[in-house]
């Protein structure tokens, strides 16, 4: 295929090197000129071109990961010395899952959080209305806020430690 492209966007260039008045005026079919014909072999041409692999790569697991953690910076210490690994492989899928299935992720969980809501939210809201309710505080400036947000220690938490405790927010 790309032998084929190319030989016929080598002539056709040829030629229009040869008399350029060839290059925009003559049409090889009814209203494809030769610069039509250029671009479409030379399209042929450089994706038939990326699609030979090359004989000289020779598949290495374990140098390919080097080059990722060489990108990401993250490699786990069970991972060192088993990089070829199976095991590596599939740890490494979960982390980095294919496009393909995040987008399918994605569309169902437009498609399922309605219906989740729906079931677990009507006896959920009593509470998320009383924690609303008790932990909004109106602070001057910056309007109404929760006041986990203000770091509020005598309220929330232990004023010598200064952690405050969350384990008060509602959980359904």
């Given at each position: 295929?790309?032998?084929i492209a190319g030989s016929f966007a080598a002539v056709l260039l040829l030629a229009s090197l040869v008399d350029p008045d060839l290059f925009l005026n003559f049409e090889i079919t009814p209203h494809r000129t030769v610069l039509f014909y250029i671009g479409v072999f030379a399209t042929i041409l450089a994706v038939s071109?990326?699609?030979?692999p090359d004989t000289h790569n020779v598949f290495d697991p374990e140098i390919l990961m080097r080059e990722v953690i060489r990108h990401t910076h993250y490699m786990p210490t069970e991972w060192k010395d088993n990089l070829h690994s199976v095991k590596v492989h599939a740890e490494f899928g979960q982390l980095f899952a294919m496009k393909a299935m995040i987008f399918v992720q994605e569309i169902?969980?437009?498609?399922l959080t309605p219906l989740v809501l729906w079931?677990?939210?009507p006896g959920c809201a009593p509470a998320i209305t009383d924690?609303?309710?008790e932990f909004t505080v109106h602070i001057d400036g910056l309007g109404y806020v929760c006041s986990f947000?203000?770091?509020d220690f005598k309220r929330h938490g232990?004023?010598?430690v200064g952690?405050?405790?969350l384990f008060l927010i509602p959980v359904c």
């Open positions: 295929m790309a032998f071109r990326s699609m030979i169902l969980s437009v498609v079931f677990s939210l924690f609303f309710r947000a203000v770091f232990n004023v010598n952690i405050s405790f």
